[in-house]
């Protein structure tokens, strides 16, 4: 009698677990004792894997003839596998390996957890290859404490080969634990300590000088989309110069806004959008020059010759650029090209090179980003895995493309924030700026929930030490925002504006004060930007400006009296 394909699968997973639980790992309750976060990471392919990442954690196997614990099976049912028991609710998990194939040359392998046969769940994943060891890093937080728990790879094509796993690692952490990696990361990123020196006309010191600090603008660039909407109306632009220092448009720079008909240029609105934001001292980004979606191509776009198109995108660039040569700080140049090909498969697989080369000559101060999403939200999409975009922008990089900036989307469902830390670990290697260009969080949460989920993806994005900016995706209109907006239309805070209200003033100065010490001298660590200084002593007052840059320094400013 045939098996059920329900009991194959079933009894397929029990081997799976039997085997695992012969040769798997024992649970070790031990964490290092300073709890210390290791941010080390690897794209590229190793002849050797290196040790474990905090010697295995809660991983102990192998032997002391097999430091490394290299373990090696077909694909299917017996996976390379790792057992551990009572993983904790909330507990921040990190998990790194290494990773080498036999039987083909290359492939996305998916590392996986299965928590007490409740279903698989990724957790990593990587391009691994045969000649080489391939790094995996990523993670998980549980919603409920397991007795069993189950770590396997899986190869996304399900063709046979042989997967080598060498140097695994599961370290738990603490949400403590998991908060000070993040302050320790923000005190040395993003705040630096300052000195304040009063002296009188002689070079004395005066001591007892009351000193006032407080901080002008900030370093650190959080922003938020907006659209035409803000146009006219001064209650929200007022509401939003007051928070932030950072802005993408929505929709009025894409190619169907400026350019709906071949010829038709409109470019009334973005002009006005960029006066608004130059003129409160907002930096902006460009987005996007091209997307290579074809939902989102100009219907008049889609039936050119290839020779018509090229035309057409040198022109769209040449105009676009030129026009705004110098005011956008970056440039999304072509938007989501792991996910769509539009232009690649009408010009040539060569055609985002050409993008990247024109845009480059055409505003060479601008700053060239790739822009995708599902890199950093998950690791269930095969399209845009961290392995992935890495090996995208090195091809581009390889072919000429001057490529400057990674961007990254972040629209969120629920976010597995040490998966997150670990795919902002892999992209930190490539030494480029990283950007959140268009963070939200689904709409299918209610509102708290929301709120509670903004604030774990923008504590780790501002945290981590790769991070060069933020932008939240949430212009606002009348019936709505794309999916999370911060306020209604009269401007009233939501959930999530609460979050990001309160965020904003914990990661500011706004004030510092005290008096000078013994030695003439007042003491602060502040968040980087510029600052107004003011001195008072014996009725007489002094103020000037200064700037806390990124540096390890202390900051020493001199002001005589």
Known sequence: MKMP????????????????????????????????????????????????????????????????????TETGVFSPAFVVYNLNKTTMYTFSCWVKLEGAYSALITARLAPDNAGARCIATVLARSDCWAFVKGGFVLDSPTQTSVIFFQNADKTPMKITVASGSLQPFTTEQWAMHQQDTIRKRRKRVATIHVADPQG???????????????????????????????????WFVDRFNAAVFED???????????GQLRF???????????????????HNIFWENQDATP??????????????????IQSLMTRYRGEFAHWDVNNEMLH??????????????????????????????????????????????????????????????ILEGVGLEGHFSKPNIPLMRGILDKLATLGLPIWFTEIDISNR?????????????????????????????????????????????NLNNLPVGDVVDRLLNEWRTLQAGGQTDAHGAYSFSGY???????????????????????????RHINVQM
């Open 204 to 238: 004395a010191r005066v001591v007892g000088a009351s000193v006032t600090v407080q901080q002008t603008s900030k370093d650190f660039p959080i922003g938020s989309a907006i659209a035409s909407t803000i146009l006219g109306n001064q209650a929200y632009q007022q």
């Open 268 to 286: 009334d609105v973005p002009d006005q959008m960029l006066a608004f934001v130059r003129s409160h001292r907002v930096m902006v980004r460009g």
């Open 445 to 489: 949460f209610d509102a708290q929930t929301q709120a509670v989920y903004l604030e774990q993806v923008l504590r780790e994005a501002y945290s981590h030490p790769a991070v060069s900016g933020v932008m939240l995706w949430t212009a606002l209109h009348p019936s709505g925002c794309y999916q999370m907006c911060l306020t209604d239309w």
């Open 340 to 401: 769509y090909n539009f232009y690649e498969q009408r010009l040539g697989p060569n055609a985002s090179m050409e993008f990247f080369s024109v845009a480059q000559d055409a505003d060479p101060l601008a700053t060239l980003f790739m822009n995708e999403y599902n890199v950093i939200e998950t690791c269930d999409d095969p399209f845009s895995t961290v392995d992935t975009y890495v090996a995208k922008l090195k091809e581009l990089r390889a072919g000429g493309a």
């Open 299 to 316: 219907r008049w776009v889609k039936n050119l010759t290839a020779d018509d198109l090229r035309s057409a995108v040198n022109t769209r």
């Open 528 to 554: 980087l930007g510029e600052y107004l200084l003011t001195v008072t002593n014996n009725n007489r007052t002094t103020q000037s400006t200064f700037s806390l840059s990124p540096g390890d320094e202390t």
């Open 252 to 262: 009025e720079l894409k190619w169907y806004s400026t350019e709906p008909m071949s």
């Open 5 to 72: 394909r329900f009991a194959l699968r079933a009894a397929g997973f029990l081997l799976l677990c039997l085997w695992m639980l012969h040769c798997g790992s024992e649970l070790a309750a031990a964490v290092p004792p300073d709890g210390w976060y290791d941010y080390s990471a690897y794209t590229d392919c190793r002849g050797q894997p290196e040790p474990a990442q905090y010697n295995g954690g809660i991983l102990k196997f192998g032997s002391s003839d097999d430091p490394d614990g290299y373990r090696t």
